[in-house]
């Protein structure tokens, strides 16, 4: 079981259906009241590639990814093109996108992620497979350089300051970002008749924990 660096083909994951994931339990009482509680402490996402299949071309540059990962086996990158940027999506990341920490003065790594609010609620995500080449980072408004100011691991999404932050600077951060996933099936069964009669396989996809 291992991690493959490799971006599912963008063409294909274009189209797809899916998105977050919660699982939460639900008691009935016997006064009608409720009781609600969940497991899960983050989201998790799940997609189906199946979808977004338009030629007996996209069918074997799928078969060939699918077969490379063995199935289920080995996991790889998932770009959701409905949430892949640390802003809008109709804008372009800038490094004071997303706040990823407050520096004390010691502390030199931190984690990328962002930030769902909505009505005063919040949800932090992390994001461990960040797009190389799109991480900008920020120090209290100021633009920091990469290879210069700070390091980056594509493979963790942690950021490595080359000195700590004073104490009580605000780290911010903007990004595009892949999800880490796996095919949640071992069995893709294709027909060229009933896909050239408009039937598209089932390709399932699911987030998974790194």
């Not at 402490?41 to 007996?56: E, H, N």
């Not at 005063?120 to 994001?127: C, D, N, P, T, W």
């Not at 996933?181 to 060229?192: E, K, L």
Request: include cysteine; glycine fraction near 10%.
């Amino acid at each position: 079981m291992a991690f493959h660096e490799v971006r599912f083909p963008a063409k294909l994951s274009f189209g797809s259906v899916g998105g977050p994931e919660r699982r939460t339990e639900v008691v009935t009482l016997t006064n009608g009241f409720e009781e609600r509680n969940t497991p899960w402490a983050q989201s998790r996402r799940r997609y189906d590639a199946g979808v977004s299949l338009r030629s007996l071309d996209d069918i074997a540059a799928l078969i060939a990814f699918f077969e490379a990962r063995r199935g289920q086996l080995h996991g790889f990158r998932w770009k959701d093109w409905s949430d892949y940027k640390s802003c809008l999506p109709s804008a372009l990341p800038g490094f004071a996108d997303q706040r990823i920490g407050t520096g004390d003065g010691v502390r030199r790594e931190f984690r990328l992620a962002k930030t769902y609010a909505s009505g005063g609620a919040e949800y932090l995500r992390e994001i461990t497979k960040p797009v190389e080449g799109s991480v900008l980072v920020g120090i209290t408004g100021d633009a920091q350089i990469l290879g210069v100011d700070f390091e980056l691991d594509v493979t963790t999404g942690i950021v490595t300051f080359a000195e700590a932050p004073d104490a009580g600077e605000a780290i911010t951060a903007g990004f595009e970002f892949d999800v880490p996933v796996r095919f949640d099936t071992d069995v893709i069964q294709t027909s060229v008749a009933s896909f050239q009669a408009g039937e598209v396989p089932d390709v399932p996809v699911v987030e998974i924990r790194l």
